[in-house]
């Protein structure tokens, strides 16, 4: 398969790359339980809260049980008391799903696919910024025809263009290596360097 080389003021050639992973089936429902799962593996987790048992005092019956008038009460720890505990109280748990490395691989290669498959991702050869500023990017992405929700693919950690992109809130630099499928999902357009395409067919082969 080819993908489009573009640059400022040239003509568009050819890059091959590899079938695997730039042209692969979509498969909708993988793609759905591995961005799930990776959303799920994000939580904390940490909520807690404490039951009738668990909170401090409460230990006497307030009042006896008949003659007062009042509804029974046997603890002042009672969930229905204000500053009782819980009924049904929340505890630490663990939200993993487990996504195996050959589904995780396969949802990843098919979203680049469709990605490709649709036009989304363009392929140049560097980017390179003189300073750090995000009007310097901004100008680089509207020469190459992109929009302002953009993900940035480079082989590695660029700091001119973290500081660059900082101030966008809808374009993302990452590298390759950090490449996650909630990423590729929640952008537009994804704008890869010749070496990112590389490492991604390596990383997915």
């Given at each position: 398969m080819n993908l489009k080389l573009i640059s400022k003021g040239a003509q568009p050639q050819d890059v091959q790359v590899s079938d695997t992973t730039f042209a692969r089936e979509y498969n909708e429902s993988l793609v759905h339980?591995?961005?799930?799962?990776?959303?799920?593996?994000?939580?904390?987790?940490?909520k807690a809260q404490k039951t009738k048992a668990e909170v401090r005092g409460g230990g006497i019956k307030?009042?006896?049980?008949?003659?007062?008038?009042?509804?029974?009460?046997?603890?002042?720890?009672?969930?229905?008391?204000v500053g009782?505990?819980?009924?049904?109280?929340?505890?630490?748990?663990?939200?993993?799903?487990?996504?195996?490395?050959k589904m995780y691989r396969a949802a990843l290669q098919a979203m680049l696919?469709?990605?490709?498959?649709?036009?989304?991702?363009?392929?140049?050869?560097?980017?390179?910024?003189e300073a750090p500023k995000t009007k310097l990017l901004l100008q680089k992405l509207k020469d190459l025809n992109l929009g302002e929700n953009v993900l940035v693919l480079v082989e590695a950690f660029?700091?001119?263009?973290?500081?660059?992109?900082?101030?966008?809130p809808y374009v993302d630099v990452l590298p390759v290596s950090a490449v996650?499928?909630?990423?590729?999902?929640?952008?537009?357009q994804v704008l890869a360097t010749v070496g990112a395409v590389r490492q991604l067919e390596e990383r997915l082969a």
């Open positions: 339980q591995v961005i799930v799962a990776y959303m799920a593996a994000g939580r904390a987790g940490t307030p009042w006896r049980q008949k003659g007062t008038g009042q509804a029974r009460a046997g603890s002042i720890r009672s969930p229905i008391w009782g505990g819980r009924a049904f109280a929340a505890k630490p748990r663990d939200f993993e799903q487990k996504v195996n490395r696919s469709q990605l490709a498959r649709t036009e989304r991702l363009q392929v140049v050869n560097g980017i390179e910024l660029d700091e001119k263009l973290e500081l660059a992109s900082r101030n966008l996650d499928p909630l990423s590729l999902a929640r952008h537009d």
